[in-house]
């Protein structure tokens, strides 16, 4: 295993060197291929070539258009695009968490249909669960897919829809049956291009519109459009919000800085100064050390359970690691606010710097975590039940 994985290490990085541009290197690139943006130049080139070689998806089949790595190759390769200074910017709901979800339910044909364009960045997905009456009890959802022999009539709507605006399809729960809550649900793909698909931006309190109503009337869907069993499709859609557990707090989540790179050291050196090469506050420079050490064991955590993960599949567990990670990046961020004093709570205009206005709002986004992909009080009650064992939840 060793020898096959040294050989492997030499393979990427020859190929990184042929194919990764070298203006990119260290770069973030500008958004997400996969979730609404469209590159151009050396970031175009670069996504092509990842997504041909498949390495996006590193452990997904080759058959499907993705790397077919073991899961210590995978490892390997992300060691050396990270030496390379290479940042993998295809992702999105189709890589996190539809593709996966296809991976475990779909026939050979819709993964021949739908995996290649996940794996290229080409197909931005949204995702369709969550309705005015039904979030946290998600099963209570009323969209209805009326069931006209080839093809589904779709009336109702959708809320909280990430990147619906610009989304090309959806992936989604539809009750397809009204005389059974769960064994009447059904997980149906549709694209977001068809007659009766209207959208509308929801506005945060961070100032952004990342989130959407979705409403959709007499909207017709062909029936190949199915994934699994029709009136099955509450097993698939609890599924997939283990995928989704996992993306949101999965590796590297402790390590994300909201304001685009600026680190609590790079606040704490702009804004409180050193002296003598360290900072001067003790008390401060005890919290920021404790947040650091929090975040490499976090991400020590994830990457254990992301390998577990890519052998057994997700399991309920990853609700452990949603918890601590919403409460963490919380933590942060108003650490970040406390550090920049009166220059955190800037809105806008030319009094700021772009990263102090980065984490004013990241701090108020910063409040969904603990709401979105489940809230904190269903991921305790999933961890009580379902990895415990707790009666009673």
């Known amino acids: 295993m060793t020898q096959d994985v040294n050989v492997f290490r030499e393979e990427a990085k020859a190929w990184l060197a042929d194919s990764f541009p070298t203006s990119l290197k260290g770069q973030l690139p500008p958004g997400i291929a996969g979730f609404g943006a469209k590159f151009t130049g050396d970031w175009k080139l670069w996504q092509e070539r990842l997504g041909e070689k498949g390495w996006s998806t590193p452990t997904w089949p080759a058959e499907y258009g993705g790397g077919g790595l073991s899961p210590e190759q995978a490892a390997v390769l992300r060691e050396e695009m990270k030496l390379a200074g290479a940042i993998n910017p295809i992702g999105g709901f189709g890589t996190m968490m539809w593709g996966p979800t296809l991976l475990d339910y779909g026939t050979d044909e819709?993964?021949?249909?739908?995996?290649?364009?996940?794996?290229?960045?080409?197909i931005h997905w949204c995702q369709g669960y969550s309705e005015p009456g039904a979030g946290s009890d998600l099963a209570s959802l009323q969209s209805f897919a009326e069931d006209r022999g080839d093809h589904?009539?779709?009336?109702?709507s959708k809320i909280w829809t990430s990147g619906a605006k610009e989304a090309d399809w959806m992936y989604g729960i539809f009750r397809t049956d009204k005389s059974n809550k769960y064994e009447g649900i059904s997980f149906i793909t549709l694209d977001m291009k068809s007659p009766g698909v209207e959208v509308k931006p929801i506005k945060l309190i961070s100032g952004n519109s990342p989130f959407n109503e979705v409403?959709?009337?007499?909207?017709?869907?062909?029936?190949?459009?199915?994934?699994?069993?029709?009136n099955k499709g509450w097993a698939i859609g609890k599924h997939l919000l283990l995928h989704e557990r996992s993306g949101i707090a999965g590796e590297g989540g402790g390590d994300v800085n909201g304001g685009?790179?600026?680190?609590?050291?790079?606040?704490?050196?702009?804004?409180?100064?050193?002296?003598?090469?360290?900072?001067?506050?003790?008390?401060?420079?005890?919290?920021?050390?404790?947040n650091k050490m929090f975040s490499h064991a976090f991400s020590l955590t994830a990457r254990r359970m992301s390998a577990e993960a890519a052998?057994?599949?997700p399991t309920p567990a990853i609700g452990i690691l949603k918890l601590a990670w919403a409460k963490f990046n919380q933590d942060r961020e108003e650490l970040m606010i406390e550090i920049m004093g009166n220059r955190g709570v800037g809105w806008e205009g030319d009094g700021f710097a772009p990263q102090e206005l980065a984490h004013t709002r990241a701090m108020l986004r910063s409040k969904a975590n603990?709401?979105?992909g489940g809230s904190n009080e269903v991921n305790l009650n999933l961890v009580a039940k379902r990895v415990l064992g707790l009666k009673g939840y």
């Open 370 to 372: 603990s709401i979105e």
């Open 311 to 313: 052998v057994n599949g």
């Open 152 to 156: 589904f009539i779709i009336n109702g």
């Open 110 to 122: 819709q993964k021949q249909r739908y995996l290649p364009d996940i794996i290229r960045g080409n």
């Open 215 to 230: 409403f959709f009337t007499d909207v017709v869907v062909p029936k190949d459009n199915l994934i699994g069993e029709k």
């Open 260 to 290: 685009g790179g600026y680190s609590l050291e790079d606040a704490a050196r702009d804004h409180l100064g050193l002296q003598d090469g360290v900072l001067a506050d003790g008390g401060m420079r005890e919290r920021i050390a404790d």
